[in-house]
């Protein structure tokens, strides 16, 4: 069949077979030779876009993309294989906390995670401002660092689901990246070829998330539910609000020390408790206890020094330097700090996630581009959320920034970032919704 016929087949809201899926999967994987050209896969990327893809052409387009390239196998080294990945947000450092927390409890954790790209961030660029982590390694290396440590946070190599990389770029330059689908099938596909058998999703929900609506990230968790079990996966889909930045730390270096501060029982009491529940669901669905015991597991890790043990293995055998756990000042810092403040007294009532994200972004702690570089030095701190009180004057964000030409354009967007009342907001619960 040609490529104009499988376009022609979802154009006109049918319903393709699982060889045209194939036949478009193989041709993105290795286009040469395949019939296709990059056009027919913009195309059919479009009309997916445009007439939906029903559950068993979602399911069937995920397995081909995993199997477009090599498929992780762990079955040589024992224990649960479970993994966590959230659908990007603004000050999102769980993955450095409940990784080495579900490790401690008895998880393996083969972790492969992403960089920011806009006004997210990204596990694997927040790893990178600890001096000499490594987050590309070797197979074996990969292996070595499960086996020795249970717990390995890397990026996903070239070989693993490459039909995804050709589709995700095609995506984003021809508008077709806000289809459920395609972003269940881009997800699902890395992690089955991950080699996991089961996955905790986090999917943000709010201004600062790719999911701007309730019903946006209702469809999605569904979608991912869904589609992972149907590929043999054991899922868990939680709906997290995104409209205010997690925790209080904005970047790179203090992101990461936020992280240890939370393994050490202290940090912010959202981010902990977000981190508990994400990695009790782990626990949950690695069979190594049930809901309530699997809390508990968890909190006792947190309060033995267990999983920041864990993350101090960690990143000894990526290469990184262990000192920063006791020492925040081998870490990066910006020569140049300044604060935005509150113009009048009250109650922080509203805080941008997307703006506080985009001021870090300008000044240099993010990028437009995957191949755009980063300051891991540079960063904002959010010194109240809403709900607390401020003065006249008070700091509402201390930014810490190197280039000074920058500065203006992220503090204009800052201002206008939040809102001050006369009286609190509701408050926000920590956990919206959940699938399984």
Not at 165 to 177: G, H, K, Q, S
Not at 363 to 375: A, M, N, P, T, W
Not at 422 to 434: G, K, N, Q, R, S
Request: some cysteine.
């Amino acid at each position: 069949m040609w490529p104009s016929d499988v376009i022609r087949i979802k154009r006109d809201h049918g319903e393709l077979a699982p060889e045209h899926i194939e036949a478009f999967v193989n041709a993105a994987a290795r286009l040469e030779g395949s019939g296709w050209e990059k056009y027919h896969l913009a195309a059919l990327l479009m009309a997916i876009y445009l007439n939906g893809l029903s559950p068993a052409e979602t399911a069937h387009l995920t397995l081909a993309m995993a199997n477009s390239g090599r498929r992780l196998d762990w079955s040589d080294l024992e224990g649960p294989k479970v993994d966590k990945h959230s659908s990007g947000g603004v000050g999102d450092k769980t993955s450095l906390i409940l990784g080495p927390l579900a490790a401690a409890c008895g998880v393996m954790v083969p972790m492969m995670s992403g960089r920011g790209l806009g006004h997210t961030g990204g596990t694997l660029d927040k790893l990178e401002a600890i001096p000499g982590f490594r987050v590309r390694l070797s197979a074996e290396e990969f292996r070595t660092a499960l086996r020795r440590v249970g717990l390995a946070l890397v990026g996903q190599t070239a070989d693993l689901a490459p039909a995804d990389r050709t589709l995700y770029a095609l995506r984003d330059v021809t508008a077709t990246v806000e289809s459920i689908p395609l972003i269940t099938a881009s997800i699902l596909s890395k992690k089955l070829a991950e080699g996991i058998s089961g996955l905790v999703m986090d999917v943000k929900c709010g201004v600062g998330a790719f999911m701007k609506t309730l019903p946006q990230a209702r469809a999605l968790a569904e979608s991912l539910v869904r589609i992972g079990i149907a590929n043999g996966l054991r899922m868990r889909a939680l709906i997290t609000p995104m409209d205010v930045p997690l925790g209080y730390a904005v970047g790179h270096t203090v992101e990461v020390i936020e992280a240890i501060e939370v393994l050490k029982g202290r940090g912010p009491h959202d981010v902990r408790e977000l981190s508990v529940l994400l990695a009790a669901r782990m626990v949950e669905l690695a069979g190594l206890a049930e809901a309530g015991a699997a809390e508990q597991k968890v909190r006792a890790a947190l309060a033995s020094g267990a999983g920041l043990d864990v993350f101090r293995r960690c990143i000894e055998q990526q290469g990184g330097d262990p000192g920063v756990i006791e020492d925040y000042h081998r870490l990066p810092t910006a020569p140049h700090t300044a604060t935005v403040v509150a113009p009048r007294a009250g109650f922080l009532t509203r805080m941008n996630a997307e703006d506080v994200g985009l001021a870090a972004m300008l000044v240099g702690g993010g990028r437009q581009r995957l191949e755009d570089d980063i300051d891991h030095a540079v960063g904002i701190l959010c010194r109240v959320k809403p709900g607390q009180a401020v003065r006249a004057g008070d700091a509402v964000y201390e930014v810490h920034y190197r280039d000074s030409a920058r500065w203006p354009e992220a503090r204009q967007r800052l201002e206008a970032s939040f809102t001050i009342a006369d009286v609190p907001p509701a408050e926000t619960p920590l956990v919206i919704d959940e699938f399984l």
